[in-house]
């Protein structure tokens, strides 16, 4: 009996001893349980902030490149203009043989001048048979004999005058011009070579309509119009530029969209290659400043004695991310790897 009670005296104070562990672990779990504050630093976007300077391959294009063709077969006889020469609207770039076309006009012009002599001698039998129809001493049907063999030979002026015009059209296509002020890049034909309707003999440049065409990479593409000061660099010079157009065509294969883009002032060389440079004009944050948070990528703020984080939709991993905050918005620099949105913050000097 008195085993029992000593048991049952030790399962008491075992008990009790427990109770009083458990009420002095409450204050404990009860701090663990309360909101944490984040110790954090931070800085104004103003003093963080970077204008990233991006750089895409460019070349100078012209808006006519154009290989001039022959458009009547004849040998070429001369070609008076030179690689590197610049050449006039209207200039003389080769000329063809002109004999057999020379007698083709020739010959229209004899078939013209016989038709004029049968329609001279038509009107006037016309005239004729007026009067003598009148005195009742030719036919009615004769007078419509007379006027349609005149209705007829006019028809025929009327087609070999467009046939006398296509004659001279062909004698002029032996002088092979220029079609606007251009840069003879190459010469394709040779003298006394036959040349062929369509077949090429001059490569020419327009040199007055030069632009600037650059292969921008899709986030890229949307920095450039925020841009006020574009730049072809080339190993000689700097060209300042003005955007006209970014192609709204994806090239899939590359990844790139073209950018095409005026000279202000003077123009590079056609054909001159170089580096499209430009600076942004809105404010970035460095790539370290950047989380991710619930697969998006963002900044850190303060707001009051709280985190806020801020998604920026076109970031990018390892690049600056462009910002829409105003500059003296506190941004996290440190204690923010521990950050949720709404966490509590305490933002040390």
């Known amino acids: 009996m008195q085993r029992l009670d000593t048991s049952l005296h030790t399962s008491t ?26 110790p954090v630093k931070a800085r104004p976007l103003a003093e963080l902030a970077v204008y990233p300077q991006y750089r895409a391959p460019a070349s100078v294009v012209s808006d006519n490149d154009s290989r001039i063709s022959a458009e009547v077969g004849a040998r070429i006889i001369a070609i008076p203009v030179r690689v590197g020469e610049v050449v006039k609207k209207g200039a003389l770039l080769v000329q063809l043989e002109r004999t057999d076309f020379e007698l083709a006009l020739a010959r229209e012009e004899t078939v013209l001048q016989a038709l004029l002599a049968r329609i001279e001698l038509a009107d006037y039998q016309l005239s004729r048979a007026r009067a003598l129809s009148q005195k009742k001493v030719v036919s009615e049907e004769l007078l419509k004999q007379r006027e349609s063999e005149l209705s007829s030979l006019r028809a025929q002026l009327a087609g070999q005058e467009v046939a006398l015009t296509q004659a ?48 921008l990479q899709a986030s890229l593409a949307r920095s450039l119009p925020q841009v006020k000061r574009p730049e072809l660099v080339t190993p000689q010079h700097r060209y300042p530029l003005t955007l006209r157009h970014i192609v709204p065509v994806f090239d899939p294969r590359a990844r790139t969209r073209e950018a095409r883009l005026r000279f202000n002032a003077d123009a590079a060389l056609p054909g001159s290659a170089g580096e499209l440079v430009w600076r942004s004009e809105r404010p970035h944050l ?31 991993e390892g690049r600056p991310a462009e910002v829409s905050l105003p500059t003296q918005t506190p941004v996290i620099t440190l204690g923010r790897f521990r950050l949720q949105d709404g966490d509590a913050i305490k933002v040390e000097p």
């Not at 427990?18 to 409450?26: D, E, H, Q, R």
């Open 286 to 316: 460095p790539a370290e400043l950047l989380s991710r948070r619930d697969g998006r990528l963002g900044v850190f703020v303060v707001d009051g004695e709280r985190a806020k984080f801020i998604p920026l939709p076109h970031a990018e």
């Open 168 to 215: 001279k059209r062909q004698l002029e296509k032996c002088a092979v011009r220029a079609p606007f002020e251009a840069i003879i890049s190459e010469r394709l034909a040779n003298v006394g070579e036959l040349a062929s309707p369509g077949s090429a003999l001059v490569q020419i440049v327009d040199n007055r309509h030069l632009e600037v065409s650059a292969q």
């Open 13 to 38: 104070l075992r008990a009790l001893l427990a109770g009083l562990l458990v009420l002095a672990a409450l204050p404990s779990f009860a701090a663990e349980g309360a909101t944490e504050t984040i």
